[in-house]
């Protein structure tokens, strides 16, 4: 008798195993790899569920499957093949979405300065003016970004391109693991980009130039479409339009199709911005602001959105002097009120009724879980943050039907979390992207770019030289711990201001990061990679603006 | 009101509105009628009402009045008299035993600007100061203390043919751009000869090389802007319904205007033949209105400059600072206002501007001139070359009161400047003068006791031209 059930029950499971281990690739081989997972069907029971900003569900169920979700609620049937996750500590909520960044995308070498280079008019791929381009052709799935913002919760980027004025189009995407780019993609084309950033050298150069060259374009690029327009209806008689592919990409942002997304930081920027907007009639999205406290009135009314930077400034430490002069205490008290000031524009614009995303193209991704929270110490509601993580990014980049919350329909992007998201220590367990889940180990301390050795390895002051034509230029690097995160900062002996390292990085002894500063109204980026074997460092620094290496290496001062 | 807006209107209302020169009345009616269109909101500046009782008033046009009140109302003088009734209750000043003279009018300043020169190029007359205004730069504040409160914010003269400028009023605190405008004050822009494009073209590969080519790519733009004229006007004349519209081209757009007189222009240059060039070249193609700046030896050809009625900015004594600019004399200014030729003294510098008044007194010494003509020079003269003498320059009634009070005559070498009016709001008030005037301040900030260098006391006429090379890179 039993034989025979046992029987019974091998055979059933004979029969019903083999179908759930389903590959795409239905030619009968066995996958090797071993990774196929075994459903893509999940039901997180028992939890916390934060649908939407103020949208509670105590003790529900989450049913994601085959990359949508397709239940939330208290009374969901869990389907029987479903991997059950029990969410009775866990608390739930919609796939966060980056408004923009370069996530995904890989920065491609700099353009090397043509000899004969005319720089009244270079050409325009030297110049940065590329607004055909699209960003999927920057896009490399094996790119670590993906990984590192999807840790942090982040399922959906509007990823722009690397480059000067214009580079081009940008382009929603999943940040999920894929084989290919277009994978990846759930809208392309979605938008211009376009910052301050002026050619290298050439026109146009600063900002007086960028401001000319766009109207120029725009202008030229009405006047060729209703040319093109007149051609196609009868081309008798009239003369062939020339095609220009930069002036064809503006076609669909005069017609309203497509919005700019302009780069501005800071309060002047943001009002070059809206003057080019006001004169020339663009969608406008202003991103990355962080001075936004001065145009809260204008902005009001106006349909101009915006997505505020989550690059917070470093909190000031005021100096323990006890000799403090009354001056020093006094301008120290000006700097605090400006930090306090910068952290409250987010619930101010929030009362104003701006609604705002977050763009991160301008944070360290170590930094981007702290600087929310401290947002949310400083006074902006949980609700409010959460919204610009969600549902107002999902409804600025227009996927609101199928993105920002948790509902049945929408895609399977979810964030799975020990503790309520925005309390201190509270870790991230799982994120689900298009359905596919991740899970990620909540034991010990997350784990950051760089790992406890390396961070030995590096912190304290290491002395740097140069080689540069005009000889050797040195200084120091400081590298310190900041809350678990490695931080870094270069000074010169020659008299530059310190600088602070970006995008610092330190992987299988690789240290690179990248460092700007402004040479004459131009920003200008300077590259450091190489390698560090005990207590030297051999490597190059790479400066777009000429295109060129200089050996760079250093030497770490014992401690 | 910029002319670029009416432009844009012309491709989306095809309005042919062009605007000449100037009648207020019908400026102002065409400029509401684009606005209803543009959707454009007038800056709301601050007015104010303020009478200022028994000072010295100098009123440059009118001589000096003792013991005399000026009465401002909606930011406007509206009475100048004695023993005025302070009917409205307005604030009272109490200007007894000082002077008050119209506020000072810098023609060549580059302050409250974020970047000065597009030196890429050698003709960019499409770019415009007005893009990149910075009204957080707390030199507009030091100004204000000096008794300035309009500004000429020149591009810089790395190119031949350089971008439009913009006439600004010091109202310090207001934190959009456009709140700085001069309102109503005519397009300007600058072009520059001799040393600095020549040496921009040098180290370019480009033209100009020399002061021939200086004069080669003047005559070359006008004769293109000509071309890029007649196009669009024969288009505009075709009445054909399919018609295909011209290049456009805002460089080419700009040039036009400035042959068709609509545009002030003000030269950066120092030699006697290179002026001399210019009044050819400009005799050449009909454009009448031309200031020139610096000119150091404008004195020799001073004649010359009355007959073809172009005025010049000076410096009142700076020379010997490059090779074009040795052959110069502290008489310059006295020696052309003698010959007829509109003069101002200007300061080309965050520093010098803080104390124009004692640099039109040198005109006193050298040159004898005599009060009212020496503070002509920082007064009502700029003010007739930037086209806004009907609203400023003099204390006249119906003007705007920029006014700026003085203890001890402005021209005396113990002259102070005490309180600075724009539009009748008070800016700066010496008895009122907070140490710390930012509008913003770095969050980041390092806060150190020492201060070493301050970048703004420098000359910015070559800004952002430079060619940096690796060392300048990594030294800055």
């Known amino acids: 008798m039993r034989m025979k059930l046992h029987l019974n029950y091998v055979f059933k499971l004979a029969v019903i195993l083999p179908l759930l281990f389903i590959s795409t690739d239905l030619m009968a081989q066995s996958d090797h790899t071993g990774q196929a997972y075994p459903t893509r069907t999940f039901a997180i029971t028992g939890a916390t569920i934060v649908q939407a900003p103020g949208v509670v569900v105590d003790s529900g169920t989450v049913v994601i499957s085959d990359g949508l979700i397709s239940a939330v609620g208290t009374d969901v049937v869990i389907p029987k093949n479903a991997e059950v996750i029990d969410g009775s500590e866990l608390f739930v909520y919609p796939g966060f979405i980056d408004g923009m960044s370069n996530t995904g995308a890989a920065r491609p070498d700099q353009m090397e300065r043509p000899d004969d280079l005319f720089t009244p008019d270079p050409p325009n791929d030297y110049a940065g003016i590329t607004p055909e381009e699209s960003v999927l052709s920057q896009i490399d799935v094996s790119e670590n970004s993906i990984e590192s913002m999807r840790k942090l919760g982040f399922t959906i980027s509007h990823t722009v391109p690397y480059g000067r004025m214009l580079p081009g189009s940008g382009a929603i995407i999943l940040l999920s693991d894929k084989e290919t780019t277009y994978d990846l993609v759930l809208k392309q084309d979605v938008s211009m980009f376009t910052q301050f950033s002026g050619a290298p050298g050439a026109y146009p150069g600063n900002t007086l130039g960028i401001m000319a060259k766009w109207r120029n374009l725009y202008t030229q690029a009405s006047l060729s479409k209703d040319h093109e327009t007149l051609y196609a209806s009868n081309p008798g008689g009239i003369q062939r339009p020339t095609q220009d592919r930069a002036l064809q990409a503006f076609y669909p942002v005069i017609d309203q199709a497509k919005p700019v997304f302009y780069h501005t930081n800071s309060m002047l920027e943001a009002r070059r911005a809206m003057k080019l907007k006001e004169e020339l009639g663009f969608s406008l999205v202003l991103s990355d602001l962080e001075e936004g406290w001065f145009m809260t009135n204008d902005l009001k009314d106006s349909d101009i959105k915006v997505l505020m930077s989550l690059d917070l400034p470093d909190e000031p430490k005021e100096s323990e002097d006890e000799d403090k002069t009354d001056e020093v205490a006094h301008l120290e008290q000006r700097r605090l009120q400006a930090y306090n000031q910068f952290l409250s524009q987010y619930s101010e614009f929030n009362e104003a009724g701006i609604p705002y995303g977050f763009s991160t193209i301008g944070t360290t991704t170590n930094n981007i879980k702290g600087n929310l929270e401290r947002l949310v110490a400083s006074g902006l509601s949980e609700d409010a943050a959460l919204a610009a993580l969600t549902t107002n990014a999902a409804e600025l980049l227009g996927i609101e039907n199928i993105a920002g919350t948790l509902e049945a329909g929408k895609l399977g992007n979810a964030v799975v979390t020990t503790a309520p998201y925005f309390e201190e220590g509270s870790k991230i367990k799982y994120v689900f992207v298009d359905g596919d889940k991740f899970e990620y180990d909540t034991s010990k301390k997350a784990s950051s770019e760089i790992s406890e050795e390396g961070m030995d390895v590096l912190l304290g002051s290491w002395n740097y030289a140069l080689s540069s034509p005009q000889g050797e230029q040195t200084g120091e690097w400081i590298f310190t711990n900041e809350g678990g995160s490695l931080t870094g900062m270069m000074t010169s002996n020659m008299g530059g201001p310190d600088m602070d390292m970006n995008n610092l990085s330190f992987m299988d002894g690789t240290l690179s990061f990248d460092f700007s500063f402004d040479a004459g109204g131009q920003s200008v980026e300077i590259v450091v990679v190489g390698d560090v074997s005990g207590q030297e460092f051999s490597g190059e620094a790479s400066i777009a603006a000429f295109s060129m290496s200089i050996p760079i290496s250093a030497t770490k001062v014992p401690n | ?476």
Not at chain 2, 128 to 136: A, E, I, K, R, T
Not at chain 2, 197 to 210: A, E, F, K, L, Y
Not at chain 2, 352 to 380: M, N, P, V, W
Request: proline share 3%.
């Open chain 2, 1 to 476: 009101m910029r002319h670029s807006a009416c432009r844009f209107q012309f491709l989306q209302l095809k309005c042919l509105i062009k605007m000449k020169r100037f009648d207020m009345k019908k400026l102002t009616f065409l400029i509401a009628l684009l606005l209803i269109g543009t959707n454009v909101i007038m800056a709301q500046v601050p007015k104010g009402d303020v009478l200022i009782k028994n000072g010295t008033v100098i009123t440059i046009t009118d001589g000096t009045l003792e013991n005399t009140d000026v009465l401002i109302q909606d930011g406007k003088i509206s009475r100048i008299g004695t023993s005025l009734k302070n009917r409205n209750g307005v604030t009272e000043i109490d200007a007894t035993g000082k002077f008050v003279m119209p506020g000072i009018i810098d023609a060549h300043s580059h302050i409250a600007g974020t970047s000065i020169n597009e030196g890429t190029s050698q003709v960019t007359a499409e770019v415009q100061m007005g893009d990149v205004v910075n009204p957080l730069d707390i030199s507009i504040y030091r100004a204000l203390a000096g008794g300035v409160t309009s500004i000429h914010l020149l591009h810089g003269s790395a190119n031949v043919i350089g971008g439009e400028s913009e006439t600004l009023k010091l109202r310090w605190g207001v934190t959009d751009p456009q709140d700085m405008m001069f309102e109503g004050a005519p397009r300007t822009i600058k072009f520059a000869l001799g040393e600095n494009p020549t040496r921009g073209g040098r180290s370019r590969g480009i033209q100009p090389q020399s002061r021939m080519g200086v004069e080669a790519m003047l005559r070359n733009s006008f004769k293109e802007a000509q071309i890029y004229k007649q196009k669009w006007d024969a288009y505009r004349a075709d009445n054909s319904r399919r018609k295909v519209a011209p290049k456009y081209d805002r460089r080419m757009e700009t040039l036009v205007d400035i042959l068709e007189g609509e545009v002030l222009v003000h030269c950066h240059s120092y030699r006697a033949d290179e002026i001399y060039m210019l009044l050819n070249v400009f005799s050449d193609f009909g454009i009448e209105n031309l200031t020139f700046q610096h000119a150091n030896e404008a004195y020799k050809v001073a004649p010359e400059l009355a007959e073809f009625g172009a005025g010049a900015s000076v410096f009142s004594d700076w020379w010997a600072y490059k090779l074009e600019v040795y052959y110069s004399t502290a008489y310059n200014a006295a020696i052309l206002t003698n010959n007829g030729v509109t003069t101002s003294i200007n300061s080309d510098s965050g520093e010098l501007i803080r104390h124009l008044f004692h640099e039109a007194a040198k005109s006193q010494k050298y040159g004898g001139l005599s009060d009212e003509e020496a503070l002509a020079l920082i007064t009502l003269n700029p003010a007739k070359q930037l086209g806004i003498d009907d609203r400023v320059g003099s204390i006249e009634e119906g003007k705007d009161a920029d006014i700026a009070l003085f203890e001890g005559h402005p021209l005396s070498s113990y002259a102070i400047p005490v309180m600075t009016f724009v539009d009748g709001v008070k800016y700066f008030d010496r008895e009122n003068d907070a140490v710390d005037q930012r509008l913003s301040v770095d969050p980041e900030d390092t806060i150190e006791d020492v201060h070493i260098f301050d970048a703004d006391e420098q000359h910015k006429c070559m800004q952002d031209a430079e060619i940096t090379n690796l060392y300048d890179f990594l030294n800055k």
